[in-house]
């Protein structure tokens, strides 16, 4: 894959250039030792050499094989978008996005690993940038590259992509028509998986507006300005407000079995064509079916 880009400025190196195009420390090595190659107005350069405003610098990033530690699986995705830089989806609850020790297969890398190697991209390593809970529905991103990632990974922190979830709650008096939660959360003590909030954890900021009441039931737009593990869960508990089918939270499992949480709303501004992206996912059927009961 290559990119192409003008200097605009003089007497400045090659690598320092690249790193303010977003080409990461570990993507420039991988260019220089496994394959890629980087030419100044036509000629192979190392990175530590200058150029001026008027040069022109190619990259070509070397294609990526999938990992061999990852099983490609098929199952049907339901893509809401993709280019030659990203993939995203609607991932439907009940599966996990990565592998792990209680997962090892049958998870949505699983999935998108086969559905890469299928479609035979130049790239086909797994590039997961927005994961969600095993029993939350909703968009997620994913690269296509490790050049797309490291530019995700920089607007990650940055917190230049917003994400928006739609939440059931259970009808709290501490619930507003809208609402912001900045409370910090940390680890909840003798558990590896549940949080609370808690003075000594990383400050969290949610907001959220009321969109439906009924019948002991919130529909909640929440969006997230920080990625606290369990944000929207812990907060919402701790308003009195726990997510419907969120048992660890203490949220009741009656009406249905995982928490009502999906991500229907991701929007950021594509680092390669400038372009204002903003994709959406509606409601699942067991949540509307929820709030038209």
Known sequence: ????????????????????KGISKRLLAKIKFAGGLILVNGQEEIVTRLVK???????????????EKLLAQKYPLDIIFEDE????????????????????NSTISNFVQDYLIRQN?????????????????????FAKH?????????????RTI??????????????????EIILPIDRE???????????????????????????????????????????IRVHFSHLGAPLLGDDLYGGSINKIQRQALHCHSLEFIHPFTNEKIKLEANL????????NE
């Open 146 to 158: 490790g050049f797309a990632h490291s530019h995700m990974d920089k607007m990650l922190q940055d």
């Open 284 to 291: 699942p059927e067991d949540m509307r079916n929820l709030i």
């Open 189 to 231: 003590e003798g558990s590896i998986i549940k949080r609370c909030v808690a003075e000594s954890g990383k400050q969290a900021h949610t907001s959220y507006k009321l969109l439906e009441k009924k019948d002991g039931t919130s529909l909640l737009d929440i969006k997230l300005h920080t990625g606290r593990t369990h944000q």
């Open 85 to 104: 830089h990203f993939l995203v989806i609607n991932k439907p609850a009940g599966f996990a996005s990565v592998t792990s020790s209680v997962h090892p």
């Open 1 to 20: 894959m290559k990119f192409t880009y003008e200097v605009e400025q003089d007497n400045i190196k090659i690598k320092t250039f690249l790193a303010q």
């Open 162 to 179: 917003e994400k928006k979830y739609y939440a059931l709650v259970e009808s709290s008096d501490m619930l507003e028509k809208e609402g």
């Open 53 to 67: 405003s008027g040069d022109t610098v190619e990259i070509t990033i070397p294609s990526e094989s999938p990992s």
């Open 121 to 141: 991209y130049e790239n086909k390593k797994v590039h997961i940038v927005t994961r969600l809970d095993r029993d939350t529905s909703g968009l997620m991103m």
